[in-house]
C-alpha cells in the first residue's frame, strides 16, 4: 500500500471520528434534541384533558396536548418523552434552556410577554377562560363569590386583575392542582382558569359545574426556546400543518372533545 493511499486513509478516519463526535454533542441530529431520536416534551400537570398523568398510557402520560405531541414526534419519526418542570419553569424558558426538554405543551396561551422569552409554534388551539363552581354553588356569576383560585402568572390571572369585581377576592396558587383541592376544602367559592381545564374537571369528578365562559381571544402554542430552536420549530409547524391537514388532528380533537 503506497504512502499516498495511507495517509487518504488516515485523513478519512480522522474525518469520520470528527463528525460521529459532533454528532454525539448534539444528541438530537440537525434538530438539537436533548436526547438523540426522541422528542421530549415539558407539560404541567394534572390538567385533564389536555395533559395528565395515565399509568396505562404510554409513557405515564396522555391528553390533548400529549398526543399530539406524539403525533407530531411519529410524524418527525422520534420517540416521546415527557418531563414535568414546572409552569413557571416552563413559561418562562428555564426548561428548554437548562435542557429539561426540546419543546413545552402545556396549554400555553401565546402572549407577547412571555414571547420575550420563549418562541412559539403556530397556534394549535383556542381557548377561553370560565369560572367553575361546586354543584351546590347559588352563584350564578363571578360577583356573586367571596373569593375565586387561581394559577400564579397564567392568563387567567391576567384577566382577573382588569375582570374582578369589588368584594371578590382572588386568591393565587403555582400548582393548578391546588386551585381545585381549595375549591373542594371550601377555602374558595370559584375557580378561574381555561374552559378546557375546568370543563376537565367537571367530568372527571361530576361535583362541580361551569357557570360562565369569557372570550379571551387566547390561543395556545407549543413553546421552544428563543435561541437556538430555529430548526426543530420550524419542523413542528410543518408537522403540525401536516396533521391539521390530513385529519390526524381532527381525530385527535374529535377523541378529547367529542361532539364539540
Known amino acids: 500500500m503506497s504512502k499516498r493511499l495511507l495517509q487518504l486513509l488516515a485523513l ?17 441530529g440537525e434538530l438539537g434534541l436533548v436526547a438523540a431520536d426522541t ?39 422520534l420517540g416521546l418523552a415527557v418531563a414535568t418542570p414546572g409552569w413557571d419553569a416552563i413559561t418562562s424558558g428555564l426548561a428548554t ?10 396549554s400555553i396561551t401565546i402572549t407577547e410577554e412571555r414571547e420575550e422569552n420563549i418562541d412559539f409554534s403556530d397556534a394549535y388551539f383556542e381557548g377561553k377562560q370560565s369560572l367553575l363552581v ?27 386583575q382588569d375582570n374582578t ?10 400548582d393548578i392542582g391546588a386551585l381545585y383541592l381549595a375549591l373542594e376544602a ?3 367559592d370559584g375557580v378561574i382558569t381555561d374552559l378546557v381545564g375546568n370543563q376537565g374537571y367537571v367530568d372527571d369528578t361530576g361535583g362541580a359545574m361551569v357557570i360562565e365562559s369569557y372570550e379571551t381571544g387566547e390561543f395556545y402554542g407549543f413553546a ?5 430552536a430555529e430548526d426543530l420549530l420550524a419542523a413542528v409547524n410543518e408537522s403540525l400543518a401536516k396533521l391539521q391537514d390530513n385529519g390526524t388532528y381532527d381525530d385527535i380533537y374529535g377523541e378529547w372533545f367529542p361532539g364539540a
Open 39 to 77: 422528542l421530549t416534551v415539558c407539560t404541567d400537570v394534572p390538567y385533564p384533558p389536555m395533559e395528565f398523568e395515565d399509568p396505562d398510557a404510554e409513557g405515564g402520560f396522555t391528553g390533548f396536548d400529549i398526543e399530539l405531541m406524539r403525533a407530531i414526534a411519529d410524524d418527525l419519526g
Open 186 to 188: 371550601g377555602d374558595v
Open 224 to 228: 421552544v426556546q428563543e435561541d437556538g
Open 97 to 106: 434552556e437548562a435542557g429539561d426538554c426540546d419543546i413545552s405543551a402545556a
Open 165 to 174: 369585581p369589588a368584594g371578590v377576592d382572588v386568591v393565587a396558587f403555582d
Open 12 to 28: 478519512l478516519l480522522t474525518l469520520g471520528l470528527f463528525a460521529a463526535a459532533c454528532g454525539d454533542d448534539d444528541g438530537g
Open 134 to 160: 361546586s354543584d351546590g354553588s347559588s352563584a350564578g356569576a363571578l360577583a356573586d363569590l367571596g373569593a375565586v383560585a387561581v394559577q400564579s402568572g397564567t392568563t387567567g390571572e391576567i384577566w382577573l
